[in-house]
């Protein structure tokens, strides 16, 4: 008998030892770096080229190894391209999901290789990422609905929301709800049109603002993010419209802070990218060494767990203040900026 219980002590030993080299050994890339894996859904805002390179070099400054994939806003490509990275040994899944119910097979994966997985900016669903980093996104769609109200607090709205598969869409739809359901309850204002643009494309504010300007006349227009708010002031434009119809985005993009600059747009939300970035950078390699990520303020549920949070504060960004948040922050020049 004690043979055997010796027997299998040392076998549970051993395939602990076993196990714990094998896993020592995924840690590391060859040259003994930590490897992490970053999955973009797609570089088409210029924020998230931005994203990119401040997650990467923070990273480096840690002593980290990135290995970058973008699926160009495909979802199944982004399965693949991440199921890629685990074989390739990456001990932390660093995901900005294209569509937030395709990637839940993602995190299912990343759990199964004991991978953990950051959701970077937007959530995954139907899964059990380990973090969820992001702006506040309902913050974001409440600062947008109270610009707008602020200049235009009677009149026909248009909304613009963002792609019907990011969860963000959802959040920054419910902020404006927040603010403008009041004032649609007490009659002075009404929503004549609320529509989600596929992909976040401005081509597609674009056609549905061109629609609505032929059925409505339209007060304001509450749109989700730059790209949507430069598609829509095209067809504003169009109508000679540009600069007396107010309208909101978010993201700071330079165009759009331009747009700001010269009274075309109202407002936008500048989101510290730098942060953001260089945040999830050090959570991402907490993570890989099983430490505790600090700075926890939220929980998010995602249809499965409340997913633990990190939300950063989103920054109103108006003509009055541009120079002392975009500018300051180094995030355009001046001279960018002013431009035209
Ligand atoms: C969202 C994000 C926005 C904007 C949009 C377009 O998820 O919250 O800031 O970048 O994607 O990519």
């Known amino acids: 008998m004690k043979f055997l219980l010796s027997l299998v002590l ?15 050994s995924a840690k590391k890339a060859d040259d003994g770096k930590l490897l992490i894996g970053l999955s973009l859904a797609d570089l088409k805002e210029e924020r998230w080229q931005r994203d990119r390179q401040m997650f990467v070099d923070e990273a480096a400054r840690l002593g980290a190894e990135v290995l970058v994939q973008d699926a160009s806003g495909d979802p199944n490509t982004q399965i693949q391209q991440c199921e890629n990275l685990l074989v390739r040994g990456v001990k932390v899944l660093v995901v900005i999901p294209k569509n937030a119910d395709a990637a839940s097979p993602i995190v299912e994966k990343a759990r199964a290789k004991g991978v953990k997985v950051l959701c970077y900016d937007r959530l995954i669903t139907n ?33 613009l929301k963002g792609d019907p598969g990011d969860k963000n869409a ?10 403008l359901q009041p004032a649609i309850d007490a009659g002075k204002i009404k929503i004549v049109l609320s529509q989600a643009c596929d992909k976040w494309q401005g081509s597609e504010a674009k056609r549905i603002t061109e629609d609505a300007l032929t059925r409505f006349k339209l ?18 434009e ?14 700071a993009d330079l165009l759009n802070c331009q747009y700001v600059a010269r009274g075309i747009q109202a407002v936008t939300v500048y989101k510290p990218i730098k ?16 430490e505790p990520v600090q700075g926890l303020n ?10 633990p949070t990190v939300f950063l504060d989103p920054v109103p960004v108006t003509k009055d203040n541009i120079d002392a948040t975009v500018i300051a922050d180094g995030y355009h020049s001046k001279e960018d900026v002013y431009k035209n």
């Open 170 to 179: 959802d959040m920054v739809h419910q902020g404006h709800m927040n603010i």
């Open 238 to 251: 169009a109508k000679k419209l540009a600069g007396k119809v107010p309208i909101s985005g978010q993201d």
């Open 298 to 307: 939220a929980k998010v549920n995602n249809g499965t767990i409340e997913v």
């Open 275 to 290: 942060k953001l970035a260089t945040f999830s950078a050090q959570a991402a390699v907490s993570l890989a060494k099983g």
């Open 10 to 24: 040392c076998g549970a030993l051993c395939l602990g030892s076993v196990g714990c080299s094998k896993k020592e």
């Open 127 to 159: 899964s059990e990422p380990d973090l969820y980093v992001s702006f506040d996104n309902v913050r974001v769609g409440e600062i947008q609905a109270a610009e707008i109200l602020k200049m235009v607090p009677k009149g026909n709205y248009l909304e």
């Open 219 to 236: 007060d304001a227009i509450v749109a989700s993010n730059d790209g949507t708010a430069a598609g829509a002031i095209a067809a504003l």
